[in-house]
């Protein structure tokens, strides 16, 4: 049957699913040891990680971290009773409130994503090749239909 998942998918998934549990838990013991909660870390990674030109509002935040709006103002309250955060209204609009990075948060933000880094430099091959194997599995996403792919060598392999 042309929609029958293979066994080679079944693990390619597994493991992906057991790879990023294990970073995100790795990750959120990194940031424990540096002083701060999970989420804390994850919302000062949104705040430096936004795009240029996009603007560090509590509703962008929120919806970076899958949060409602009177969490992340909860968040941001935590994050600015201890000095990493500085909240300010818009010039703009003065109902949009800002959330910008203090030295403080940037210099814990750095300590953990520096680690963070440098995990997934060394092990970070893991989680590529377990997507890869998702992503180059002949599959058409939309159909189910087995489409050909040509390996580096030349030789075309269809999935099992």
Known sequence: MANDITSAEYRALAELRYLLRKFVREGDSVARSAG????????LLAIRGLADGEEATIRALADRLALKHHSAVELID????HGYVRRSRSRDD???VLVVLLPRGEKLLEQVARHRIGELRTSGKAL???????????RSPR????????SKSGVNRNRE
């Open 36 to 43: 701060l909660e999970p989420q804390q870390y994850l919302l």
């Open 94 to 96: 003065r109902r949009r």
């Open 143 to 150: 159909s189910g239909r087995v489409s050909k792919s040509v």
């Open 78 to 81: 935590r994050l600015e009773s």
């Open 128 to 138: 590529v090749n377990a997507i890869s194997a998702l992503l180059e599995s002949g």
